[in-house]
């Protein structure tokens, strides 16, 4: 294998990383991850690293599960990829069938993709075809909530509201507009300053007037991961469905983060009790192994797009390496493996840890202004020492947080000057212990 030294180089003159400023990427020490275990990772000088994240919130069971090994090499020892445009397979079939099972009343079909992007874009593509179909072309705009992210492609950015990411694109954008987001703090279980009137009663005035134009709402459920983790107060979702169907307009739900146990259950819309109209999957539906992707649809807009050929209701999508076996094979393990995880208790004691070791043991810290949590998402915002100025932007602080941090043994990841930890489902006690530990540590040599 080449040395570190070389795939430095190679790294350096070759690799555009993904949401990276370059100029500094490659004044920053570099790090190649060349195996896993479990939360944990091992770089190419055999350091070991707590994945804090999940390798970006896609890894349920841990790195090299020897389950979710054998489901993909047994795939891989019939067929690693055949096409699945006017062909099937095995797994894709029975995924289609579990996944419709468990999912809300009347989801009856499923589109594959390969990333969450593309799971939002064929929903909110479905949802303007419906309505031409319906002879109401006039509705097509779709709403989303402020500080919504759905990812990095131009439907996406504009049914997203990520500020500075998206802003400079905004004139490609399609018709879209934004709702104001509630209020919610949870940390530990501890919900403080709920509050939804504001933002529900922006949008009912929004609609009473506007719904005519409308196709559809596209909403993070519960939590809106990359705006920070910011929390929705309980019983915001029925009233958002509430609000749509009394409208006519559809719903999709975005559950490529919540979905998948990152909050407790395999779905947030079925916890709350909410019928969505899609529902997009992706990250942690193949446990963060292998790229795949899945909207689920209401039958009655599958109905829509039936006809004869020429009646020219056929949806024209599709994507190369759609509903690879290899990633419904993993998928297949992994939602058998959390059903299992959820039935016995254990991921809710999991999250009970979480959020109390962050609480307990974080909160207080001189460097951390404040802390939210739900599930197993965590947004802890960073913090001056008291009389200290204000840090300016590039010196990067939550970057330089998390560059100290790999000396203790941590991968983080920031979001401006505050850290997203997100980690496996299956993290224990005493990774939960180290992690809030070497961050207290790495907190005291990186900012005091
Ligand atoms: C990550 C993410 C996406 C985009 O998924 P990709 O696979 O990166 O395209 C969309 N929505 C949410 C809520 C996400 O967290």
Redesign the pocket.
Known sequence: MPDKTQLDQWDQQHAWHPFSQMQEYCDWPQLHVERGKGCWLWDTEGNRYLDTNAS??TNTFGHNDSELNAAITDQLEKVAHSTYLGLSHPKAAELGHRLCTAAPEGLERIFFSD??????EIALKLSYQYWQSKGRPERKRVIGMQGG?????IG?MAAGNSGRFHERFSEWFLDSWHFPVPTCHELNGEVLGADSSHSLEVLDTYLQKEAAHVACLVI?PSV???AGMQQQPPGFLKAIETLCRKYDIHLIL?????AFGRLGHRFVCQAEGVAPDFL?L??GLSAGYI?L?ATLIQKEIYQACLGKWSDNRTFFHGHTFTANPMGCAVALKNLEKLDALIACGELQKTIQTFGCALSEQLSDHPNIAHIRQRGLAAFVELCPSKGEPAWPTDARTGWQVCLAARKNGLILRPLGDALLIVPPLIISKDEINFLCQQLVKTLDEALS
């Open positions: 970006v919130w990333n969450g992007s593309n799971a939002i992210y759905h990812g990095d492609t996406t993070e809106q991961g990359a975005d559950e490529v983060f919540v997009c992706a990250k790229p992707a």
